[in-house]
């Protein structure tokens, strides 16, 4: 069983549609992060989480330490958000930044 | 301009040559790392590094080596490029950063690599 798993694997959505893309962990952690990997291949860091929600624009990350569950949701998507999101853990004993253990990602695709 | 940056974009080996994908970074990060990625799964570690002269191995670390003599560079080497090399590799930097902080990671843009 991989220690980060996330879900779905795969989502389409309608344009406009709020989005919600889940993430559970099995390892104790220091630090969350949700990732963006563009159809080009670029990774670009959204968030880092240790406890709460941030939010930045239309993404919204929050976390619960106490489930090992964090979910990341897009308000009002657009056919630019599609990509694919990845979830990394890094695992207590290290830095927020150290040896990431990370999810196989969700693939989203916004249709128009 | 500020950033990381990756080279190759693109290669191709032979069986048993051996090549250095360059990572740079100028925003003064200590932490620097190799991952790679293969269809069907995520990202692993190779090699990283939390400041000049300092490395480790990370998961996958069998087949390559690296070194980190500047804070600047952090160069990972193929010996002997095996079919099994054959991947997308990132090079990450970041401040070795506190989890509350809203310090992020850098990625470089990716090298695809096919062994032969």
């Known amino acids: 069983k991989n220690e980060v798993e996330q879900s779905p694997q795969n989502l389409t959505a309608q344009e406009g549609e709020f989005i919600t893309i889940n993430c559970s962990y099995s390892v104790g952690i220091s630090a969350l992060h949700w990732l963006q990997q563009h159809p080009g291949g670029g990774i670009v860091s959204l968030f880092m989480?240790?406890?709460g929600k941030k939010k930045h624009g239309r993404l919204i990350a929050t976390i619960n330490i106490q489930e090992k569950h964090s979910s990341l949701h897009i308000t009002a998507s657009h056919p630019r958000d599609s990509a694919v999101y990845i979830c990394a853990v890094a695992p207590l004993g290290g830095g927020a930044t150290n040896k990431l253990i990370f999810g196989t990602g969700t693939l989203l695709a916004v249709q128009p | 301009n500020a950033g990381i940056t990756q080279t190759p974009k693109f290669q191709v080996l032979k069986t048993g040559q051996s090549m250095t994908l360059q990572c740079a970074q100028d925003?003064?990060?200590?932490?620097m790392s190799w991952y790679r990625q293969d269809p069907g799964m995520g990202l692993r570690l190779i090699h990283y590094?939390?400041?000049?002269?300092?490395?480790d191995q990370g998961e996958v670390p069998n087949g390559y080596n690296v070194s980190r003599s500047t804070t600047e560079d952090f160069p990972l080497r193929l010996l002997s490029a095996a079919p099994s090399q054959t991947s997308v590799y990132f090079c990450?930097?970041?401040?070795?950063?506190?989890?509350?902080?809203?310090?992020?990671?850098?990625f470089g843009s990716g090298t695809q690599l096919s062994v032969l």
């Open positions: 989480l240790s406890s």
């Open positions: 925003m003064n990060h200590e932490y």
């Open positions: 590094s939390v400041g000049a002269g300092i490395t």
């Open positions: 990450a930097s970041s401040y070795v950063a506190r989890p509350w902080s809203n310090e992020k990671l850098f």
